[in-house]
């Protein structure tokens, strides 16, 4: 079984691009399939990390690269391993 990792996501610039292509907290989170609490978690960040396939479905919908979330490229490269 492989376990799942988690990525580090900077809570300040995915609230400035969901403010940007002017979401709700409601619609974004609807859209990646997640809590609207748990979206408010990691913007605020009294949570910090976030597993791969949710940070994939923030950035697919909000039509941008996961390093634009604030994950760097050393953590996509161990996610390669």
Same mark, same amino acid.
């Given at each position: 079984?492989?376990?799942? #990792?988690?990525l580090q =996501?900077? *809570?300040?610039?995915?609230r400035?691009?969901r403010?940007?292509h002017?979401l #709700?907290?409601?619609d974004?989170?609807?859209v990646a399939?997640i809590?609207t609490?748990y979206?408010?978690?990691?913007?605020? *960040? #009294?949570?910090?990390r976030?597993?791969?396939?949710? =940070?994939q479905r923030l950035?697919?919908a909000l039509a941008v690269?996961?390093?634009?979330? *604030? =994950?760097?490229?050393q953590q996509?490269? #161990?996610?390669?391993e």
């Amino acid at each position: 079984m492989k376990q799942q #990792r988690f990525l580090q =996501v900077d *809570g300040d610039s995915l609230r400035r691009l969901r403010l940007g292509h002017r979401l #709700r907290q409601a619609d974004l989170a609807s859209v990646a399939g997640i809590d609207t609490s748990y979206l408010s978690l990691l913007e605020t *960040g #009294r949570r910090r990390r976030a597993s791969l396939a949710v =940070v994939q479905r923030l950035a697919e919908a909000l039509a941008v690269d996961m390093t634009e979330l *604030g =994950v760097n490229e050393q953590q996509l490269q #161990r996610e390669g391993e």
